[in-house]
């Protein structure tokens, strides 16, 4: 049999190498990891030799930037870490049981409508993998699956920097919400039109604020703000209290704001395009067969559909 050498480096070096890359200081990725920043330099320095590369630029006022065989070994030792990981995690479990962490980002708007359901479902299918939350607009989610710091995200169709891989779970058109006593309430469908020289209480969280806007700018028209909250339920309570309409894509069943108030939802005319919500994993490194396991079973869900 032929002998296997081990490889000069080693696990903890590229998981050092991999934070301060993160970080952007040999300071900042020993205060994450606790040890001493003599630690950290000592072991980018043993890394570099034994790679025969130099990795990092590393200036005391500058903070550490990586050379570009430094970015690529990041690169490939995110991956190396994530199967170290997942191979001690994948022991644990016994007869193929899922086990280990998942975290799972979502945009906020989005949260009610996807982690109830998603979290009940495949916890109770899956008892001993651990879910963890992270809520956050599209620009927050930014490089995160990338980063390794996201297994799987739920967010709109837009643009998503990098290349993830991605599935359509449903799409929905916007719509208007007005208060119950509105005079707009009784009606089925509104245009932008009629609602251009009302007050709009926006939704000011990228990527709904965009999406807003530009459904006003392909008529031609240009809504007058009077306020802009970054809280879905926000939008509601001011709607609800007559202080403007918004406009939504999620459709709660419960038909009243967050303090009781009525809200009516009113189709918009012509119909606008649908926003997809789509579910988004990294493409590398491969994704673990629980997150696997997690996409599967969310494109499986009965998901709510445009009425």
């Not at 072991?43 to 030799?49: I, K, Q, V």
């Not at 779970?169 to 309430?185: Q, R, S, T």
Request: charged share 20%.
């Amino acid at each position: 049999m032929d002998r296997l050498d081990a490889p000069g480096f080693t696990l903890r070096q590229l998981s050092f190498l991999v934070c301060a890359a993160e970080t952007g200081t040999v300071a900042g990725a020993a205060a994450r990891l606790h040890v001493s920043p003599s630690a950290v330099s000592e072991a980018l320095s043993e890394l570099e030799r034994s790679l025969g590369a130099q990795l990092t630029v590393r200036r005391r006022a500058r903070g550490l930037s990586l050379t570009s065989t430094g970015a690529d070994v990041v690169a490939r030792a995110r991956a190396l870490l994530a199967e170290s990981r997942e191979l001690e995690t994948s022991l644990r479990g016994a007869h193929g049981e899922l086990v280990g962490p998942i975290t799972i980002g979502c945009y906020p708007t989005l949260a009610p409508t996807i982690l109830p359901a998603l979290l009940q479902g495949f916890g109770r299918a899956h008892p001993r993998v651990e879910l963890a939350i992270l809520e956050a607009t599209h620009d927050r989610l930014e490089g995160t699956l990338e980063a390794g710091q996201l297994d799987v995200a739920f967010v709109y169709d837009t643009l998503i920097p990098g290349q993830p891989q991605r599935a359509k779970l449903f799409e929905l058109p916007a719509h208007v919400i007005v208060a119950g006593d509105d005079p707009l309430a009784s009606a089925a469908r509104v245009t932008l039109e009629e609602l251009v020289e009302r007050d709009l209480i926006l939704l000011d969280a990228p990527p709904s604020s965009e999406h807003t806007l530009s459904l006003f700018a392909a008529r031609g028209l240009a809504p007058r703000v009077r306020h802009r909250v970054q809280s879905y339920e926000a939008v509601r309570a001011l709607v609800g209290r007559g202080l403007g309409y918004g406009i939504l894509v999620q459709r709660p069943a419960n038909p009243a704001s967050y303090e009781g108030y009525p809200v009516a939802m009113l189709e918009i005319t012509p119909a606008v395009p649908p926003v997809g919500v789509d579910v988004i994993w990294p493409s590398l490194p491969a994704p673990t067969a629980r997150t696997r396991a997690l996409v599967d079973f969310a494109r499986a869900m009965p998901w709510p559909q445009a009425r």
